[in-house]
Each structure stands twice: as structure tokens, then as C-alpha cells.
């Protein structure tokens, strides 16, 4: 036996360093080769890095949140191998994941990235001793099992975990309710005294710097204009009932893309991507739309390429594909850059109007708001009608507001009368 030290190996081309997500060892476990050590960060993707050795935990390096570099010590074995890692270590095939899961550092110093309630109910209390851990250890749960557990005010650090590492799994957290629910109905007029402090770590953190620097570096100028998507809602419903087996199930989103795609061509300077920087505008002949997506991690803007190229069901297949890969953790590095203009959609929940922030250094982006039957008056009449308000951001430095107006009302036409969608 002797001391194996394993360094971060380079996990993307051109990463000089990488934030830890967290920890899946501590020390004194026994670990096999291959098993997962820990997540690390770089760009969007969260990689994790495998043991290349079998061998006892002695020491880890960093804590949750913290920046490595490629080549530090990450952690030290007592091994057979007993042989210190090179500072140019090979990379471990790592599969990137989309999952930006923020577990707790075990060492140096605990800094869990969801604290624990501490105002845990009584029952929870009186089970302490079941689970399974020393005085102060942090619990290891995903982050889904963390927001359960934060929304249903259970403290983790009375669950046992099951899972690697005395992980908590979903099950073991319903496993524990079941158990506190047999033990007493809580009382739903208790006083709330605790604090959660959540750091901000992982995936949550490049979104926050991302939104911090689209709001610092572009001047934003909004606009918001009212659709009646009567007709495009019947040709909608029509075209779902007659489709075929091979078919997706059409959105609105599909439609809305084709508009876009008939509408570009006359506003080059929105399909477009600033470098501030350098003071070029790089306008794009080809329409990559990003597609912002809610996950369990955060938002996420993968991209459906070429949307120009493709038809109505070509589109609803690109955005269903892409929102399970990143819900799932499965999409390419590819398949979340590059994008030219950005449509961002709440769905049922898309309220009246909306403020989208620009996807730097992209533009413009669009943003459908919550679709309603609202009456409106036609002529001498008042009907009701299927009313949708179309929301916008421009960049002001690139897209005058009469510009940015005129290429809604464009799509807005389109949508209002659909047959234009797909007329050459």
C-alpha cells in the first residue's frame, strides 16, 4: 500500500479550471475503481470525475463551490498503486450531464449548497439516532431530494440514507414520511423560525452571472403586442387529431418558430450575435432558435439548428428531443451554444406580459405570453376569442424600437393568419 495522489484531469478543451458541484466521497471511504469521486463544473456541463484507482479516502481537496485547477491534487488514495498521479493527468472518460446537483462538501468544513431547516418537527428529532450518522456529518441527497425535503420542511440530517455513500435517495425520503406521518399529524400553526441559507453554486451560479451580465451589458428596450390566435388554435387542434404515428404533438411553440424563420429574412440585423467587444455584429443567413428551458437545475437554452430547414413537425420533434436531453442531463455541449435568437415560453403559466432578458450576446428575444379566450369586438359584434400577448426584447444598441416593433407585427400577421406560414 502507499499514497496515490490523483490530480483534476482536464475535463473540456481549453478548461484551465473547474468549480466542484459536489462531493460523492469522504474520507476513510473505500472506494473501487471507476467509482464517481466527484461533480465538477466547466461551462454548462457537469462532468463527473471516477477514481482511476481502487484504494481507502485519506484526503480531498476544495470545497463545494470552490475553483480547482487542472492538474491540482484533487484526492489522495492509500492504494496498491502507490503511485503519485502525474500533473498531467489523463482525463477519465466522464459523461457530461446536464444535472447541476449541489450536494455538500464532507471536508474540510461541511458547507451544504440547500441547508437543512433546523426547525425540524419533533418526530423528526426523536429519530435522530436512526440515521446513521456521527454528530455534524452532512447528509449526501440530490438536489430533487433536497427541494422535496426543503418544501415539505423535513431536515435531511434526520433521514437515513440507503444510496452510495449513505446517500438519500427519493425513496428513503418517502420512506421517512410514511414513518413520521405513523408517528403524529403535525400541526400546521407552528412557528417558523429557521433560516435556509442556499449556496449558490454549479449550474445556478452560471445562470445568475449569465442573466447579471446580459442585464450590465445590454440595453434593453421591451415591447408587447396582442395576437388572436383563433385560427391558428383551430388548425392546431385539427392537425394533432389527424396526425400520424410518427408525428409529435404540436405546440404553439412550432408555429411560432416558423413565423420567426419567415420574418428574419427582412430583419437581418435581429438574427444576429454582437460582439461588444470587438464592436462587429455577426449577422446570421442560417435561424438557430434557442429554446429556453425550464429543468429541475434551472434554465437551460438548448438549440434547434437550422430551424429554416425545417418544417412544422421537423421543429415540435428538435424542441421535444432537446427539452428531454437536458431535462435528463443527456444533451451535447453542441446542442447548448450557438443559438441566434432565443424563444422563451411559460406555457399555461405565461402570465399577461413578461420582460425577457436577452440571451447574450444574442439581440432579441421572444416570448409568447399565456393563451386566453377573452371577448373582443368585430365590427358590430362582440365574440369571443382566443387573444395571446406576444412579448419582446431588443438589444437598443443594435435594434431601434421602431425595428423591433415592425418584426413583431410580422409575426403577429403570420400568426393571425397562418396559411402565410407556409406560403414561399
Same mark, same amino acid.
Given at each position: 500500500?502507499?499514497?496515490?495522489?490523483?490530480?483534476?484531469?482536464?475535463?473540456?478543451?481549453?478548461?484551465?479550471?473547474?468549480?466542484?458541484?459536489?462531493?460523492?466521497?469522504?474520507?476513510?471511504?473505500?472506494?473501487?475503481?471507476?467509482?464517481?469521486?466527484?461533480?465538477?463544473?466547466?461551462?454548462?456541463?457537469?462532468?463527473? @470525475?471516477?477514481?482511476?484507482?481502487?484504494?481507502?479516502?485519506?484526503? &480531498?481537496?476544495?470545497? &463545494?463551490?470552490?475553483?480547482?485547477?487542472?492538474?491540482?491534487?484533487?484526492?489522495?488514495?492509500?492504494?496498491?498503486?502507490?503511485?503519485?498521479?502525474?500533473?498531467?493527468?489523463?482525463?477519465?472518460?466522464?459523461?457530461?450531464?446536464?444535472?447541476?446537483?449541489?450536494?455538500?462538501?464532507?471536508?474540510?468544513?461541511?458547507?451544504?449548497?440547500?441547508a437543512e431547516r433546523t426547525d425540524a418537527p419533533s418526530g423528526a428529532l426523536r429519530r435522530s439516532a436512526s440515521s446513521g450518522r456521527s454528530a455534524g456529518e452532512a447528509p449526501l441527497a440530490s438536489p430533487?431530494?433536497?427541494?422535496?425535503?426543503?418544501?415539505?420542511?423535513?431536515?435531511? @440530517?434526520?433521514?437515513?440514507?440507503?444510496?452510495?455513500?449513505?446517500?438519500?435517495?427519493?425513496?428513503?425520503?418517502?420512506?421517512?414520511? +410514511?414513518?413520521?406521518?405513523?408517528?403524529?399529524? %403535525?400541526?400546521?400553526?407552528?412557528?417558523?423560525?429557521?433560516?435556509?441559507?442556499? %449556496?449558490? +453554486?454549479?449550474? *445556478? *451560479?452560471?445562470?445568475?452571472?449569465?442573466?447579471?451580465?446580459?442585464? *450590465?451589458?445590454?440595453?434593453?428596450?421591451?415591447?408587447?403586442? #396582442? /395576437? $388572436?390566435?383563433?385560427?391558428?388554435?383551430?388548425?392546431?387542434?385539427?392537425? !394533432?387529431?389527424? %396526425?400520424?404515428?410518427?408525428?409529435?404533438?404540436?405546440?404553439?411553440l412550432p408555429f411560432i418558430m416558423r413565423a420567426m424563420v419567415k420574418a428574419l429574412p427582412d430583419y437581418p440585423q435581429i438574427n444576429a450575435r454582437y460582439d461588444d467587444d470587438a464592436g462587429v455584429l455577426?449577422?446570421? #443567413?442560417?435561424?438557430?432558435?434557442?429554446?429556453?428551458?425550464?429543468?429541475? !437545475?434551472?434554465? @437551460?437554452?438548448?438549440?434547434?439548428?437550422?430551424?429554416?430547414?425545417?418544417?412544422?413537425?421537423? /421543429?415540435?420533434?428538435?424542441?421535444?428531443?432537446?427539452?428531454?436531453?437536458?431535462?435528463?442531463?443527456?444533451?451535447?455541449?453542441?446542442?447548448?451554444?450557438?443559438?441566434? @435568437?432565443?424563444?422563451?415560453?411559460?406555457?399555461?403559466?405565461?402570465?399577461?406580459?413578461?420582460?425577457?432578458? =436577452?440571451?447574450?450576446?444574442? +439581440?432579441? =428575444?421572444? !416570448?409568447?405570453?399565456?393563451?386566453?379566450?377573452?371577448?373582443?369586438?368585430?365590427?358590430?359584434?362582440?365574440? &369571443? *376569442?382566443?387573444?395571446? !400577448?406576444?412579448?419582446?426584447?431588443?438589444?437598443?444598441?443594435?435594434?431601434?424600437?421602431? $425595428?423591433?416593433?415592425?418584426? +413583431?407585427?410580422?409575426?403577429?400577421?403570420?400568426?393571425?393568419?397562418?396559411?402565410?406560414?407556409?406560403?414561399?
Amino acid at each position: 500500500m502507499g499514497r496515490y495522489l490523483f490530480r483534476l484531469p482536464d475535463v473540456g478543451e481549453g478548461v484551465a479550471e473547474a468549480e466542484i458541484v459536489a462531493w460523492l466521497v469522504k474520507v476513510g471511504d473505500v472506494v473501487e475503481e471507476d467509482q464517481n469521486l466527484a461533480e465538477v463544473m466547466t461551462d454548462k456541463a457537469t462532468v463527473e @470525475i471516477s477514481s482511476p484507482v481502487a484504494g481507502v479516502v485519506v484526503a &480531498v481537496h476544495g470545497e &463545494v463551490g470552490g475553483m480547482l485547477p487542472v492538474g491540482a491534487v484533487l484526492v489522495e488514495f492509500e492504494s496498491e498503486a502507490g503511485v503519485e498521479a502525474p500533473a498531467a493527468a489523463a482525463p477519465v472518460p466522464p459523461e457530461a450531464t446536464i444535472d447541476a446537483a449541489s450536494s455538500p462538501a464532507p471536508v474540510p468544513a461541511p458547507a451544504p449548497a440547500l441547508a437543512e431547516r433546523t426547525d425540524a418537527p419533533s418526530g423528526a428529532l426523536r429519530r435522530s439516532a436512526s440515521s446513521g450518522r456521527s454528530a455534524g456529518e452532512a447528509p449526501l441527497a440530490s438536489p430533487s431530494t433536497r427541494r422535496r425535503a426543503l418544501d415539505l420542511g423535513v431536515s435531511l @440530517i434526520q433521514v437515513p440514507g440507503t444510496g452510495p455513500a449513505g446517500r438519500i435517495t427519493p425513496d428513503d425520503l418517502e420512506a421517512y414520511l +410514511v414513518a413520521d406521518g405513523e408517528g403524529g399529524a %403535525r400541526s400546521s400553526l407552528v412557528a417558523r423560525t429557521g433560516v435556509n441559507d442556499t %449556496r449558490i +453554486v454549479g449550474l *445556478r *451560479r452560471k445562470i445568475a452571472e449569465k442573466m447579471q451580465e446580459a442585464k *450590465r451589458r445590454i440595453p434593453h428596450i421591451n415591447y408587447v403586442e #396582442e /395576437c $388572436d390566435l383563433t385560427e391558428l388554435e383551430a388548425l392546431r387542434l385539427d392537425l !394533432n387529431q389527424h %396526425r400520424t404515428e410518427d408525428q409529435p404533438k404540436l405546440t404553439l411553440l412550432p408555429f411560432i418558430m416558423r413565423a420567426m424563420v419567415k420574418a428574419l429574412p427582412d430583419y437581418p440585423q435581429i438574427n444576429a450575435r454582437y460582439d461588444d467587444d470587438a464592436g462587429v455584429l455577426h449577422a446570421h #443567413e442560417g435561424v438557430h432558435i434557442g429554446i429556453a428551458t425550464q429543468t429541475p !437545475n434551472g434554465l @437551460i437554452v438548448p438549440v434547434v439548428r437550422h430551424a429554416e430547414a425545417r418544417d412544422l413537425w421537423d /421543429c415540435a420533434r428538435e424542441v421535444a428531443r432537446l427539452a428531454k436531453a437536458v431535462r435528463d442531463g443527456t444533451a451535447a455541449r453542441e446542442e447548448l451554444s450557438g443559438s441566434t @435568437i432565443t424563444l422563451t415560453s411559460m406555457g399555461p403559466l405565461g402570465g399577461i406580459s413578461s420582460s425577457p432578458v =436577452i440571451n447574450h450576446p444574442e +439581440v432579441a =428575444i421572444l !416570448n409568447p405570453n399565456k393563451l386566453v379566450d377573452r371577448p373582443m369586438v368585430q365590427g358590430s359584434f362582440v365574440t &369571443v *376569442r382566443k387573444m395571446m !400577448n406576444l412579448s419582446s426584447a431588443f438589444d437598443h444598441r443594435i435594434v431601434d424600437g421602431y $425595428d423591433g416593433a415592425l418584426f +413583431v407585427q410580422r409575426v403577429k400577421r403570420l400568426l393571425e393568419h397562418p396559411a402565410l406560414i407556409f406560403m414561399d
